[in-house]
Structures are given as C-alpha cells and as structure tokens.
C-alpha cells in the first residue's frame, strides 16, 4: 500500500514480515506542454537526480550522472536521462540497505536541472520509494506547482533505530549540479 506524503512528512520504512533490504527512489516528470499556433508541443527537460550519503553531518559519499556507483558498492544510479520522456521513472537511485556502511545516518536524494531550466517548465514531479524486493511502492512524493528554481531537495531517507524512515522535503533551490546546492542538502542531513 502506497502513502502519499506531503512535504515535511515522516513515514517509519519497516514492514511487516521482515525489514526492507533493498529499495529505489525512482524520480519522475515532464515538460509543460507549450501551446502554439500550430498546436502544442512540448521540450525537452533535463532534470539529474543526485543521492548524497551522510555520515552524521559530513558528506560521506555521493551519487549521480557523473559518478553511478557508491564507493562500496551499496548505492546505484541507473543512468541519466535527458529528455524526461516515457512515463513512470525518469531516473531512479538503488539503495542496498544492507549494504550501507554502518556509519551512513541518511541519504537525501535531490534533483536539479543541468542546463538551467525553471521547475516552471517542468510539469508532474515526483519521487517515490519502491520495495525492490517485491515492486510495491511504499511512498510517493508529487509536486504543486512550478517555480523559478532550478533544483529541489525532494526527500530523505535515515536511520531511525534499527530500522529506516522517510522524510518528504519537497525544498526548492538553485543550482545545475548536487555540488551548487550543498548548502541546502547538508541542512537536511
């Protein structure tokens, strides 16, 4: 069963039966159609999702277009995608629970547009967490509306206990890389 988070949000990740161990936050959207003379069409957007692995406050590792694997191994990005085409995921992080190093207390998971588009342009964002082990999605995270931000904070991943929780951020920003943005995610770290 999916919930549906609002930003600032908090949902504890057990489920019953057993702790998760493998998950994706798969991060999705789509131009705003432009309506012209001759009918609408619509651009291409190129939003780059980016997972930040904390080790209490201190950046411990990162993940995104340039760099798709964790150094040990337990965080993976799928690939980049240029156009936010196609429906359902446009990027998606694979995170192995666990395989995390102990010392990592939270991923945060953003994404920003590279060639300095405004979420104005980009239409029906999300972020949503799926049990990898069985495809069920545990969480989706959507956006209102648009804005003049080129990035977003979009949500949170931590330990909480044993276990793990998540966290709806849903925090606009500026920046075309993970690295201009720093500021805002370590706040959230």
């Not at 999916?2 to 949000?9: F, I, L």
């Not at 001759?38 to 590792?61: H, T």
């Not at 953003?110 to 545990?138: H, I, K, P, W, Y």
């Not at 991943?157 to 951020?169: E, F, L, S, T």
Request: a negative charge.
């Amino acid at each position: 069963m999916t919930v549906s988070m609002v930003k600032g949000q908090r949902i504890s990740l057990e489920k019953p039966g057993g702790a998760l161990t493998m998950v994706r936050m798969g991060l999705g959207w789509d131009a705003v159609k432009k309506k012209g003379f001759f009918g609408s069409r619509e651009r291409e957007i190129d939003l780059d999702a980016s997972c930040v692995l904390f080790a209490d406050r201190s950046i411990a590792d990162v993940v995104y277009f340039g760099k798709l694997v964790s150094d040990d191994g337990s965080v993976r990005h799928t690939g980049d995608n240029l156009t936010g085409a196609g429906d359902g995921d446009d990027e998606s992080v694979m995170v192995d629970l666990g395989r995390l190093p102990v010392h990592v207390t939270s991923l945060v998971f953003t994404v920003s547009s590279f060639n300095g588009q405004t979420f104005n342009e980009v239409d029906n964002a999300f972020c949503r967490l799926v049990n990898e082990m069985d495809g069920g999605e545990l969480a989706r995270y959507t956006l209102t509306g648009g804005g003049t931000h080129t990035a977003m904070v979009m949500a949170r991943i931590y330990r909480h206990g044993d276990g793990w929780k998540m966290n709806a951020i849903g925090e606009p920003c500026h920046g075309r890389t993970f690295q201009d943005m720093l500021p805002v995610i370590a706040s959230h770290a």
